[in-house]
C-alpha cells in the first residue's frame, strides 16, 4: 500500500532508538522527509546516517522551551511540518510517597509541557497549510495504572484528553491528532527488566515483546492521507495485554 509521505516532512521525538527511531525509519522507508529529535548528538548522528535521515537535532525534552524552539527550526528548515509524533522516554520509577518533588516538576516538563510547546508551534503552522498529522506516544499506563510509574500513569493519562480536546479543535482544518499506546516493546528499557520468555507469556497474550517496527507501521498509517477520517482515538498496540476497553 502506497501511503503517499514522499512530499512529507516529519519531526519525531526521541527518535535516536527504540520506539521513537522503529517510527522513524518507517517514516523514511515510506518516502517522508524526516527529522530526528534526542539530547544524544554523537548517537543522534550515527543514527541519522543509518536510517537516512534527513535532520538531527540534540534537544533536551526536559528543558523548559527545547520542544517550541525545536519545532520552529524544524519548519525554518524543512519549509513546512506536517508529521509531529511526541515521544519521550520513561521516568524513573517510584510509588506516589516515594516520588520527590523535582522529579514530578522535571517529568511534567518532559512528558506533558514538552508536548505541549511543540503543539503551540506545530498546529499553527499545519492550520495555514490545511494538513497536520500530529501523533502522541503514549503508554499503556495512560488506562491500566502500572506499578511504580506513578507520574507516567498520571502524566500519559492526561495525554489522552489532550488528545481529545485538542482533535475536535483542528479537525475541520485537516488536521488529525491521535496517540498510540505502546505495551511492552523491545527496547533498552525493557530488555533491562530480564524477563524470561515464560514470563513474557504469562503477561502477553501474543507471547511476544513488540518490536518498535510494528509501532512504526501505525504511526505511518495514521500519517497518511487514507487515515484522515481517523482522529481523538488512542490504539493499543500491545499484543493484547489491555483486558479492558
Not at 504469562?202 to 513488540?210: C, I, K, T, Y
Amino acid at each position: 500500500m502506497d501511503l503517499n509521505l514522499k512530499e512529507k516532512c516529519a519531526l519525531v521525538f526521541g527518535s535516536s532508538m527504540g520506539i521513537g527511531r522503529g517510527i522513524a525509519e518507517v517514516l523514511i522507508r515510506e518516502g517522508a522527509s524526516v527529522g530526528l529529535l534526542a539530547r544524544h548528538a554523537a548517537e543522534l548522528e550515527k543514527v541519522k546516517s543509518e536510517i537516512g535521515a534527513k535532520a538531527a537535532y540534540d534537544a533536551d525534552l526536559t528543558k523548559p522551551g527545547v520542544a517550541r524552539d525545536t519545532v520552529q527550526k524544524f519548519i525554518r528548515d524543512f519549509g513546512r511540518l506536517d508529521i509531529l509524533v511526541t515521544n519521550t522516554g520513561g521516568p524513573a520509577r517510584g510509588g506516589f510517597l516515594d516520588v520527590p518533588e523535582k522529579q514530578w516538576r522535571d517529568d511534567f516538563q518532559s512528558l506533558w509541557m514538552s508536548v505541549v510547546e511543540a503543539l503551540n508551534e506545530a498546529l499553527p503552522a499545519m492550520k495555514k497549510q490545511k494538513f497536520g498529522r500530529v501523533i502522541m506516544i503514549t503508554s499503556l499506563a495512560a488506562v491500566e495504572p502500572i506499578a511504580g510509574l506513578t507520574t507516567s500513569n498520571g502524566f500519559r493519562a492526561g495525554l489522552t484528553g489532550l488528545c481529545k480536546s485538542i482533535s475536535n479543535e483542528v479537525a475541520s482544518f485537516g488536521i488529525t491528532v491521535n496517540t498510540i499506546r505502546p505495551g511492552y516493546i523491545n527496547t533498552r528499557r525493557i530488555q533491562e527488566n530480564k524477563w524470561s520468555p515464560e514470563k513474557i507469556r504469562e503477561m502477553v497474550p501474543a507471547e511476544r515483546l513488540g518490536e518498535p517496527q510494528e509501532l512504526g507501521e501505525l504511526a505511518a498509517f495514521l500519517a497518511s492521507e487514507k487515515a484522515a477520517y481517523i482522529t481523538g482515538q488512542s490504539i493499543a498496540v500491545d499484543g493484547g495485554r489491555l483486558r479492558g476497553h
